[in-house]
Nanobody
Framework: QVQLVESGGGLVQPGGSLRLSCEAF??????IGWFRQAPGKEHEAVSC????????WYADSMKGRFTISRDNAKNTVYLQIDSLRPEDTAVYYC?????????????????WGRGTQVTVSS
């Protein structure tokens, strides 16, 4: 059974940090990407990590505040977010595409999780 489960979101103050997790079931040959969607906006690609090479991709707009990593033994991909800003408020989704990342293409992703809410506010 294929499943993606995000966790780690919550309410944080500006300048704080979060580490989001994406546990993937039945997707061991897939690359995992992170997307986010703010209210009223389209999905925005954040980052992606390939399955076997471990190569990573980041959207330019993230400016080094986002770090993606994975633990294949745990079937889990992480997204570390530092120096959080109010504009980072969104639902963060992980999604899967086979083997390698395609530079954050929404249409390349075959499976999606339900998302985890990140709210940055004082």
């Amino acid at each position: 059974q294929v499943q993606l489960v995000e966790s780690g979101g919550g309410l944080v103050q500006p300048g704080g940090s979060l580490r989001l997790s994406c546990e993937a079931f039945g997707l061991d040959d897939y690359a995992i990407g992170w997307f986010r969607q703010a209210p009223g906006k389209e999905h925005e690609a954040v980052s992606c990590i390939s399955r076997y090479t471990g190569s990573t991709w980041y959207a330019d707009s993230m400016k080094g505040r986002f770090t993606i990593s994975r633990d294949n033994a745990k079937n889990t991909v992480y997204l570390q977010i530092d120096s959080l800003r109010p504009e980072d408020t969104a639902v963060y989704y992980c999604a899967a595409e086979r083997l390698s990342c395609s530079s954050g293409s929404f249409y390349a992703m075959e499976y999606w999780g339900r998302g985890t809410q990140v709210t940055v506010s004082s």
